[in-house]
């Protein structure tokens, strides 16, 4: 089979691996459509010491059953799944917050993952979606589930209904374009992106019909948003976000480009904020996104770029470079 290999810092090679072995409690997929995360560009610059040159990376992802050795998965059938493999026995996953399992692993990162014409995965991992679900909105289940997960923490610690709150997303990447497009579907009528990128602007600007602002011509008015969402997680973007929240507001940190940095502790206390951080998605959560994307929560997806995977080491180096106007490329094996 053909797959897209991570073979150095900054390199991607298509090339000819043998097929996934099928195990006990697993099944193959044939991969229909794999989205590039964020996750995966950070693994592609040599920054992610837990990803190792010589992986398939790729962990959102839709394919048909080609073979299974667990009982109930038909050949042929389509199904999205849980990048994040867990063990469904420590206290967490009995709670039904299996994204902080203690012993998860995951998918394009301990194990081959999706940039691939076939993959194998635990059977236990997969999701139900309906079987005439479009492969780009299928494949999107991933990064909406983070999204979804985010917003409804930020809702939970709300004072008031979200569809008044002034909200500011820092941040035009997926989950950035995602929370926009499902804050304005649940009602929310004053949402800003600040985004560096003019094509992302234009495309969140289009198709989530949100306020965008470029943050170094337009500084962040301070102490003036109920709501902010920090979708890079730099340093400088934490900074923006402490300075942006209203007093009694709510930020929520999803990013995590940088791993360390000093926030104004003084205002968090003072001012009463809450500060939420949040970790991908539960199953529940991709169980709901799922039929949130069959019903259209996130709009018609028409920005969304698909590419065939033979032109996926293309299309990493126009990610980093700033020429794609889509917050998310798809690959078609």
Not at 153 to 181: D, F, N, Q, T, Y
Not at 209 to 237: M, N, Y
Not at 256 to 262: K, R, T, V, Y
Request: with cysteine; hydrophobic share 45%.
């Amino acid at each position: 089979m053909k797959a897209l290999v991570y073979t150095a810092p900054n390199e991607t090679q298509l090339r000819e691996l043998p097929m996934p072995e099928l195990v006990p409690g697993e099944v193959v997929l044939q991969i229909e459509a794999v989205g590039i995360c964020g996750s995966d560009m950070h693994a592609w610059h040599g920054h992610d010491p837990r990803r190792k040159p010589g992986l398939v990376l790729g962990h959102e992802f839709v394919g048909r059953i080609a073979s299974s050795a667990a009982s109930g998965f038909e050949a042929g059938t389509r199904w999205t799944g849980n990048p994040l493999i867990t063990c469904g026995t420590c206290e967490y996953c009995v709670q039904g917050r299996n994204n902080l399992c203690a012993n998860r692993t995951m998918v394009g990162m301990t194990r081959a993952g999706a940039f691939a014409e076939y993959m194998s995965i635990p059977a236990a991992s997969l999701i139900a979606m309906p079987q005439d679900l479009p492969a780009r909105a299928a494949a999107l289940t991933e990064p909406a589930a983070t999204a979804w997960h985010a917003v409804n923490l930020v809702m939970r610690a709300l004072v008031r209904p979200v569809h008044e709150c002034r909200v500011l997303v820092i941040g035009g990447g997926a989950i950035g374009m995602l929370s926009a497009l499902l804050l304005r579907h649940l009602g929310a009528a004053q949402v800003t992106l600040a985004e560096l990128n003019p094509l992302r602007r234009e495309a969140v600007a289009r198709h989530a019909g949100a306020a965008t602002v470029d943050p170094r011509e337009t500084p962040l008015p301070e102490s003036s948003f109920d709501v902010v969402i920090d979708a890079v997680g730099a340093k400088a973007t934490r900074n923006q976000s402490m300075a942006a929240v209203k007093p009694g507001g709510v930020l929520m940190h999803v990013g995590l480009q940088d791993w360390a940095s000093e926030i104004d502790m003084r205002k968090l206390t003072l001012a009463e904020v809450t500060l939420l951080g949040t970790y991908t998605y539960t199953t529940a959560d991709l169980r709901a996104t799922v039929a949130a994307l069959a019903r259209g929560a996130f709009g018609d997806l028409t920005w969304v770029d698909e590419r065939p995977l033979a032109e996926g080491a293309q299309a990493f180096i126009d990610l980093d470079q700033g020429r794609c106007a889509s917050a998310k490329v798809l690959l078609r094996p």
